[in-house]
Structure formats: structure tokens, C-alpha cells
């Protein structure tokens, strides 16, 4: 079956530019997580949801991120006012279950890059 | 900030021969995961460990984990040079807001094999 996917593959953004990132997660699938992954770096959490509920946002750099799951599936990842600081790739992952026991089920993730 | 670190940070290998990657963590866990990212895959689960078991595998895939020493190691045996990747643990965060949990991925071993 279709695996998480992500879109776009490639965003480039001026300085101060608004940005949203898609993820669509594998059908049936309760978890979804954000991370940020900057490079020669692990991923890092940035929000959890439970299907349509964000459990935890305590990852997120700052109130310019915003995540919503409104319908439980397809997810929105959006950064606004970008800087700099906010080049990195961002994946989205997601779960069958509620814990973290669960494998996670990567996207091939957004190379965002901030001009 | 994250827990795991992985050592050490390079690997160059030939073919055939085995590869040893190690990854400490600060606190405890429940379980502790590797994963695979390399540009064409993108970032795969391999194995989850959980804090009761000490050694697991799967086909060329050998996990350790010593919850005293709070360390982990991954063996490959007889390398490809389809195992040329990164690779990361990452451990279990019980989050306090929610109780729900996050992964926490190391920096993770740039592991190369030569053909």
C-alpha cells in the first residue's frame, strides 16, 4: 500500500515568506508527528497528534509553527514569517497506535530552504 | 536537545565485513529503536528493543541494550554496499502534558561500505 507522503519534496522561501507543508499519513493510521531534521542531525519532535487532536506541540521552535490535523488523516505543518533558522528538512511520521512503541512510518520529508 | 549519541559519527567498511554501531542514552526507557535513513529510502525502521530484552535480531541485524550502562549497540553482519546510510537510535520521552510519548533520535552513525 501507499507509504506517508509529503508535499512539496522542495520548498524555497524568502525571508519572511509564509510556508505550508502537507503530509498525508497511511490510511487507518492514529498517530501523526512532525519533526525537524537539520543537517548531519537526528530528527527532533516538534508535535504529536492523536488523530485530530494535537496531544503535544511542545516541540515547536516558536509561535511563528502551526500543525493541524482537522479531519484525523492529512496533515499541515505551517511556518510563518520565515527566517533562516528555519532551513532544515521536515518529516512527517505516522503510527498505528498511540505510543511511541509503535513503528513509525516515515515520509520522504520537505527541504525547506529559507533565502 | 537530544539523548542518544551515536558512535562514532563515521564508518567506512568494505563489503563483507561487519559493522558495530554503539548509541548511549541519558535516561531511562522503555524501549529504544535504529532506524535507516539513506537519500533514496528515506528514514525506515529496523528494530525496536524493549528495556526487558538485552539482545534481539533481525536477519543480518543484532541489537544489544544494557539498561545499566544505558547503551546499545547495532551489528551488521556481512555488509552490502545497499547498507551504505545513516543510522540512528532513538529512545522513548514520556511527555508529562498528555502522557503521551516522543521519540528522541541521536545524531546518528554515517556508515559507508565499500564494494
Known amino acids: 500500500g501507499a507509504g506517508v507522503s509529503q508535499s512539496p519534496r522542495y520548498k524555497v522561501a524568502k525571508r519572511g515568506q509564509d510556508v505550508a507543508l502537507r503530509c498525508d499519513p497511511i490510511s487507518g493510521h492514529v498517530s501523526l508527528f512532525w519533526y525537524q531534521q537539520a543537517l548531519g542531525q537526528g530528527p527532533e519532535f516538534l508535535t504529536y497528534?492523536?488523530?485530530?487532536?494535537?496531544?503535544?506541540k511542545s516541540g515547536l521552535p516558536s509561535d511563528r509553527f502551526f500543525a493541524e490535523r482537522p479531519e484525523g488523516s492529512v496533515s499541515t505543518l505551517k511556518i510563518q514569517r520565515t527566517q533562516q533558522e528555519d532551513s532544515a528538512v521536515y518529516l512527517c511520521?505516522?503510527?498505528?497506535?498511540?505510543?511511541?512503541?509503535?513503528?513509525?512510518?516515515f515520509g520522504p520529508g520537505t527541504r525547506l530552504t529559507v533565502t | 536537545s537530544q539523548q542518544g549519541e551515536e558512535d562514532p559519527q563515521a564508518l567506512s567498511i568494505q563489503e563483507g565485513e561487519n559493522a558495530t554501531m554503539n548509541c548511549s542514552y541519558k535516561?531511562?526507557?522503555?524501549?529504544l529503536q535504529w532506524y535507516r535513513q539513506n537519500s533514496g529510502r528515506g528514514l525506515v525502521h529496523l528494530i525496536l528493543i524493549r528495556s526487558n530484552e538485552r539482545e534481539k535480531h533481525s536477519g543480518r541485524l543484532r541489537v544489544t541494550l544494557d539498561t545499566s550502562k544505558k547503551s546499545s549497540s547495532l551489528l551488521i553482519t556481512a555488509s552490502r554496499a545497499a547498507d551504505t546510510a545513516s543510522y540512528f537510535c532513538?529512545?522513548?520521552?514520556?511527555?508529562?502534558?498528555?502522557?503521551?510519548?516522543?521519540?528522541?533520535f541521536g545524531k546518528g552513525t554515517k556508515l559507508t561500505v565499500n564494494p
Open positions: 497528534f492523536q488523530n485530530e487532536a494535537q496531544l503535544d
Open positions: 535516561t531511562s526507557i522503555n524501549n
Open positions: 511520521a505516522s503510527s498505528l497506535g498511540v505510543k511511541v512503541s509503535y513503528e513509525q512510518y
Open positions: 532513538a529512545t522513548d520521552l514520556l511527555l508529562t502534558q498528555g502522557g503521551s510519548e516522543k521519540l528522541v
